[in-house]
């Protein structure tokens, strides 16, 4: 009998939790952002669970309203290197923006954290959407949607030429000859782009992984597309089975069309798992959460994100007519597109809309037991549409130790999740090849 | 009685250490370079000795001919936060380029570092000398020298302003009535300047010490402007007693001369110490070393920071007539003017000049006995050349433990070196004050 197919699970990790109201518990660490112990306690705690990855979104900038709720902490790849020290074996992703850096510097911090973690390191490649994020970087408003898109791929097309500078057995480290590497068999990457001029090698040689897994968040028909071409792990929001599903085969028949194996991407939606011990229990824990959040505030992010006016939203009616259509957002097109569809689909009111995304910004929220939890993973598993899930625990540390402890042994139970890691790498975890160099073995003269 | 002024200590490590052939001893480790553990280690050893901080250099490019030595590695920022995990007390310094990153990014980065080593953290300014650097980052070849400093002095002022984002109270954490920050204590950059529009806040709270301590190391005329206007410590490289002392009444005066402190920047000449039990012994080190650099090697990489071609360098005779003058050199000019100088000096041979700099790149080898090494350090500090030193050990970790276990007693038996961490943070131990938060704290109504 052939062992069932084997889920993969990642656990994206932020500050209290993702419920937008989590900081306000009492046991909730105020300081949680910029609290590496913190971090660095989640992920063992991931690792305890035996969790692929875990995750950190990124944005170069400070959004949001600080009154409101924390926003800023720490930049995700110096926090996944201090995470590297004191974890073994978990998978550690970090999102950066193509938009706002350049190919050399973030080859290497990536290539840099990989070797660190020992061929542990996932790059969440972003375009950053918004205005806010352009003007820290000298320019008056974000570049379009499809130029953002362009220069990512571009991006990663020079990202991966450096990455393939040094063969695995470049260092040859003959002593006594005086030789430290075969310079024939590292390669300056040569990159003559329309973005892009980059000449010389990586100056980081190549991990136990080849290079960094990349992952890819962005459901737009442009974000498809990229990562038809480029992502190895999606990661995407839905609320219903059916958009899940949708998702699921056409991002694989884009992957297939794109010339790639299908089994090369995996596709991980997001989950925030409200968890009690009884479904009581879990509905009155998202209903207290809730009732944490401020409408107001809410309502003004809601309004920033739709682009209205806050006073032309109201607490409770549904949603204004006349809003505008994906094609003319510039931002993040694939979330905008989806809280409309959802408030309109279940007729909710601005209020009950509130709600639904202060759990989990547009993410899937399931209350229930921990049995529950894992119906719902395996459901969606094992009806293609999804390869496994992003664990957003709506608050931090409780709920991802919940997780842990209590969803991933029934998981372990029903042979769709490992007991132990049965690789080193987060390649390994994920069931993804190591990329071949590209550059031909040329046997030396002896 | 005063206790005496003391020393400040900074451990420059690099892969097997700072000789050329270092990685050719047996003991050597050949992947030192992409070896985590290697550093982290090394950063304890440091730690152990009480010294102020360790550092590393950098340069976003693989520089150098891999064959002959080891050659790329590790990107320092992701470095450190992985020995911040592993080291309690010791600064962390790492270098990075203002002409190849934009300041919201690397102020972000800093600042991570800074809160996740608890206020340990500094940086290294520089502005990256050379063409292959620039061809990494789609330009034809290098900007001038003084076009890198004055984007380089901007970028100073812009980090400043993003380091001065939050107020040390800013956040308040008010769960009962859901306000987390003080949002009138949290300031936008506001720069509009030549190079740099900077609209945002930064998206990382005060650390501990307030900014990461600027440390910087090119000693070329605007070079000594720029440590004047901005930096905190500064790392020199000095054959000469009177050198240093020029250097260091120059830099002091130049200080004062800009309207600070001059007791707010640190001068640290760097000093390869080869150590021995006897004299002999750590000549013969010294010889054994040297013996181990492979002059074509050499001599090619001294052909190339000349700029002239190999074939005009004869080993057995003094350097030629006719060099560039440091006016003419847009790449790093006070480097190029020392090893000139040393050469025109002391009538070396190519042959000799390159044993010279194959142990230290231009810094000052010292071989002798702990004592001798002692009474080295000693010297210069007491005779106004000196508030610490830079100590680059020519073999790692063995040049580091030697210095560790042999040297820093003596010096703290001489009262001249700290027996244990007095301070939490960098500033702390160099002495440095923490920057006052230049918004006013308006008492908020109650
Ligand atoms: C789980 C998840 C995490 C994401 N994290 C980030 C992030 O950290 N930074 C960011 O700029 N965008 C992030 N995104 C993507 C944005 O939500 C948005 O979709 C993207 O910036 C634009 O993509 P699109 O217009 O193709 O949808 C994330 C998306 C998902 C589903
Ligand atoms: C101890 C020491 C370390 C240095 N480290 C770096 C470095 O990591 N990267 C770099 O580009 N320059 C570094 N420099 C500076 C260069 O040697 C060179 O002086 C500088 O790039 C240009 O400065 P200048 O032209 O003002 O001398 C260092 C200098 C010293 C003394």
Redesign the pocket.
Known sequence: MTPPRQLHLNA?LMSTGHHEASWRLPESNSHAGTDVAHFQRLAQTAERGKLDSIFF???PVLHGNVAQRPYGGLEPTVLLAAIAAVTERIGLIA?A?TTYNEPYNLARRFASVDQISGGRAGW?V????GDAAAKNFSLAGQPA?SQRYERAAEFLDVAKKLWNSWEDDAIVADKAAGVWADSSRVHPANHRGTHFQVEGALDVPRSAQGHPVIVQ????E??KDFAARYAEAV???HQTLADAQAFYSDLLQRTAAAGRDPDSIKILP?IVPVIGSTEEESLRLERELDELILPEHARNQLAGLLRVSPESLQLDAQLPDGLLSEDEIEG????YTLIVNLARRERLTVRQLIGRLGGGRGHRTFSGTPEQVADAIQGWFQAGAADGF?IMPPVLPSGLETFVDQVVPILQDRGLFRREYTGQTLREHFGLAKPANSFERVPQPA
Chains 1, 2 share one sequence.
């Open positions: 994206f979104a990124d944005s999102t923006s969440n972003v375009t950053t959407a949607h968040a962005g459901s737009s442009n974000g990661f995407t929001a997001g993040a097109k694939s979330r992003n």
